[in-house]
């Protein structure tokens, strides 16, 4: 009969699971990354997202506790993309920008990295720390990747300002690289994705941005 | 103002809380080393007061670990340190006791004179205004131009209420003077007690506190300038303050976690949608070495590793 036929029909998986699928990623860290991938393409609007892998470190556990540094034993995604607009600013920079008059929209995109967990997972401070230990190196990296890509996307219309508007900009690169060294503006930070995998999961990721160290709130 | 008070302060250990009955000892900890323990002193007579409270404060073991490392504060055995007081000589005894006496004289005295100076500076005021009445009641009196009734009059009536106070403060004040009872000591209830008993030994010290596995974390933000309390109130182990607690808000909600002790990511969530709620950072973090690979604590308070953690937005 039509109706019990009807009944066994499978309803169409999900455009994330047909793009899981479709791409391959079976080990589990890998289809992780992909949905916060997707997630953080078609939600969030970023674009020119690269992702990377930290590779696990073998061995059994014994090596791993004599060597603070050594990464953990579980591969850890990283996806870094460009949002459409800045995810974080440190409060003195702000004040620095509001001070100076320049406003988020006159700066360069910057490129902001990300981290795809899942609720269950294991994780430690051994994980946080190997993210974070690999960050520069990924950073100089899509660095490369993106001057390869387009050449030119990174000079921001330097052509289109007035003089005036130039040199505030120019200053305020100085003293980012400035406040980069010295930490004054805050120290490296990425952000933790959490996607919500329990009763099947709904699709829901939730972003916190972590910085190394003690970086102060942005509102206090 | 800035009181020195002699090193290692004794920390009494009382049935395994950590107590500082000085408030020498406290203000000095606060002012040069950012320690503020708590304040868990209430009235005997109504316990349940309990919003504003004073001796003794109460040191976390981590602080007290944290002074002993650092040769500010040594641990007594209160219990045992009392011991003494059975065999205090009679002698001894009373000698306290007339100390005290003094002390409260003292204290007595200065109190007198403090009135004393407020009731001449009231006196002072008074007499000016009466001067000034007069001034004012004779320019009136002095203008003819006004000669309604209604505007002069109210001055010399002013000036008579004002002699007429002057004149009973004028003759209380000398009575009261002479009538001053023969200063009745206050009576003065010393918080430590070290100038009956001798102050300990340091063969007498306990050893440092034993601190929970968070101390490297405690300790690492306490070297950064933090000050640190309890955090049982915004559900963490530490609120960490960028300066003085009743100068700043507090940074960081503090939870420290071994190196590789599994964290539930739904806790780091929680805290960090708590601490975003409550204008905070989550802060996170913990030593990279076990208590088993060093041979003090120290080591592995310079290979805490911290990170800070705030909703995106996002």
């Known amino acids: ?220 | 103002m800035d009181f020195q008070p002699d090193l290692p302060i004794p920390i009494s250990y009382v049935s395994g809380r950590y107590l500082l009955f000085s408030i020498d000892a406290v203000t000095y900890l606060r002012r040069e080393h950012n320690i503020c323990g708590v304040l868990i002193g209430t009235l005997p007579q109504i316990p349940q007061q309990n919003v504003f409270l004073g001796l003794p404060l109460e040191l976390m073991p981590e602080e007290a670990r944290l002074l002993v490392d650092k040769g500010v504060a040594c641990i007594v055995d209160e219990a045992k340190a009392h011991d003494g007081m059975n065999t205090l000589l009679e002698e001894d005894r009373r000698r306290y006791l007339r100390d005290l006496e003094s002390q409260g004289l003292h204290v007595s005295r200065i109190q007198l004179d403090r009135k004393e100076r407020n009731r001449e500076q009231t006196l002072k005021k008074l007499e000016e205004k009466k001067a000034k009445a007069k001034a004012k009641a004779s320019a009136a009196a002095e203008a003819p131009t006004v000669p309604e009734e209604g505007t002069s009059t109210p001055s010399p009536k002013n000036a008579a209420i004002v002699d007429l106070f002057n004149a009973e403060e004028r003759s209380s004040s000398p009575s009261a003077s002479m009538s001053t009872p023969p200063q009745a000591a206050t009576a003065i209830t010393p918080a430590t007690s070290y100038p009956p008993l001798s102050t300990p030994s340091p063969s007498s010290y306990l050893s440092a506190p034993a601190v929970p596995s968070s101390y490297p974390l405690f300790a690492h933000l306490h070297s950064k300038g933090y000050f640190l309390s309890p955090g049982l109130r915004f559900g963490c182990q530490y609120v960490a303050y960028p300066g003085d607690p009743l100068r700043f808000h507090s940074h960081f909600l503090v939870v420290s976690y071994d190196w590789d002790q599994q964290i539930d990511l739904m806790d780091l969530v929680v805290g960090g949608r708590l601490g975003t709620g409550v204008k905070k950072g989550f802060l996170i973090g913990g030593p990279q070495k076990g208590i088993d690979s060093v041979d003090s604590e120290a080591d592995r308070v310079d290979t805490v590793r911290a990170f800070s953690l705030e909703w995106a937005g996002m």
């Open chain 1, 1 to 220: 009969m039509a109706g019990t036929q009807k009944a066994t029909n499978r309803p169409h998986a999900s455009a994330i699971t047909e793009h899981i699928t479709e791409k391959g990623y079976e080990s589990p860290h890998l289809a992780r990354s992909a949905q916060v991938q997707h997630n953080l393409e078609h939600q969030h609007l970023w674009t020119s997202i690269v992702g990377e892998v930290i590779p696990g470190q073998a061995g059994d556990s014994n090596t791993l506790e004599k060597d603070p540094h050594q990464p953990p034993q579980e591969p850890i995604p990283l996806l870094s993309g460009y949002p459409p607009h800045r995810v974080y600013t440190h409060p003195d920079e702000q004040l620095y920008m509001l001070e100076n008059g320049i406003r988020e929209d006159d700066l360069e995109p910057q490129r902001m990295f990300v981290v795809p967990t899942t609720q269950g997972q294991p994780w430690t401070l051994r994980h946080m720390a190997a993210v974070f230990d690999r960050l520069p190196e990924f950073k100089r990296k899509a660095e490369e990747h993106d001057r390869s890509v387009n050449p030119t996307s990174m000079q921001p219309g330097a052509s289109g300002l007035d003089p005036q508007k130039a040199e505030k900009l120019a200053q305020y690169y100085d003293k980012k690289e400035k406040a980069r060294l010295t930490k004054e503006w805050g120290s490296q930070s990425l952000l933790l994705a959490m996607v919500d995998k329990g009763m099947g999961g709904d699709g829901t990721v939730a972003y916190y941005v972590v910085h190394e160290g003690e970086v102060k709130p942005r509102q206090n």
